[in-house]
């Protein structure tokens, strides 16, 4: 049974950092693309960041590019977010997902492209 869990969201104030988790069982996690989505009150889910499994390809998303950086331990089964310079827009719930056996492509910071996500966790930045 695929299984991901992410942890490490919290409060802070603006220009803090977090740094998420993401940790994945049921499947080789080393074999397949994992992203990082973000969904505020109000708006659509959106794609943050995007790893390929040879944890040199990243993507991200124009609003998080130079702030935050994907990146994983295949040997730990664990993706990670870490944000920098936080801000009050960068609150939302965070989301871990796995494209495992999604057969189309629409892109690396499309939801449609993943077919396995975590719970969330939550972020809030403080003015």
């Known amino acids: 049974q695929v299984q991901l869990v992410e942890s490490g969201g919290g409060s802070v104030q603006a220009g803090g950092s977090l740094r998420l988790s993401c940790a994945a069982s049921?499947?080789?996690?080393?074999?397949?693309?994992m992203g990082w989505f973000r969904r505020a009150p109000g708006k659509e889910r959106e794609g943050v960041a995007t790893?390929?499994?040879?944890?040199?390809?990243?993507y991200y998303a124009d609003s998080v590019k130079g702030r935050f950086a994907i990146s994983r331990d295949n040997a730990k089964n664990t993706v990670y977010l870490q944000m920098n310079s936080l801000k009050p827009e960068d609150t939302a719930m965070y989301y871990c997902?796995?494209?495992?056996?999604?057969?189309?492509?629409?892109?690396?910071?499309?939801?449609?492209?993943?077919?396995?996500w975590g719970q969330g966790t939550q972020v809030t930045v403080s003015s």
């Open positions: 790893i390929y499994p040879d944890a040199r390809s990243t």
């Open positions: 049921g499947y080789t996690s080393s074999s397949v693309r």
């Open positions: 997902a796995a494209r495992i056996s999604r057969a189309i492509w629409y892109g690396n910071l499309a939801p449609e492209s993943f077919d396995y």
